[in-house]
């Protein structure tokens, strides 16, 4: 290994920065497991011929982004992205999956901002006037980053939305205080590669393979609630279907 990250003199980039890429790219190749324990940060900088301080600054990024975690006495450890497995086929929000699968759900919130727009008016079928609450979020189980949804709600239907402080639920606050029950979605699944932008917050040193949900969600009155697209990371993410004969 220490070969494999040994920096390049003839490299402009600083060394800590030669070393994080080259860690982070065997990390999510999978050549450095889950459970494997690296070197000490001394033993590290001496193998690379590299001071301390550069070694601690790649470990200290990595724990950041959740790739590596430090157990004392255990050792600093590559930590392996949770594989979640949920099963398609019933309505329910990023909170209520990550509750299913044993998890901690919690949220960024990276945009919130009311819009106008004819594009968005005529798929949910209102007035070029109509008025929507636009969120993207970063979407988290356990602290690690699973999803990166873009979500559109009429505030024709649901004005309360507009005063929603966006913590917990967005299909809750829809049921109560808003009083709209959600009765199902249409939901497409196509498989894309991150962008530069998305590679950032999901921690990749490089775009990655990921699944791109879109779905449009309706009242029990057959009104178009909600419109979301969510980039899911591949590495996490197989979903289940149940077929029947």
Known sequence: MAERLRPN????QPYYQQILQQLTGLIDSGELA???????????????????TTVKRCYDA????????????????VRGTPRVSPEM?????FSEEMRELGMTPSTRLLERVVIQDRTLASMFGGPS????????????????????????????????????DTNGSAYAFLRDPCGIVLADADQSIEAVLSSGMESEVFGFSAPAPCLLLKRRT???HRKLVEYVEGLFRGDAYAYRLKLRA
């Open 9 to 12: 003199p003839g490299n402009s």
């Open 34 to 52: 889950e459970g494997v324990n690296l070197p000490p940060e001394r033993v590290l900088a001496d193998l690379l011929a590299v001071s301390r």
């Open 62 to 77: 990595l724990r950041e982004t959740h790739k590596l975690a430090s157990y004392g006495r255990g050792g600093t450890v």
């Open 89 to 93: 086929g019933r309505l329910k929000g």
């Open 129 to 164: 006037s109509a008025r929507f609450l636009k969120l993207v979020r970063l979407r988290l189980g356990d602290e690690q980053p699973m999803s990166y949804e873009t979500a559109w709600y009429d505030l024709g239907l649901a004005p309360d939305l507009e005063n929603w």
């Open 218 to 220: 309706y009242s029990s």
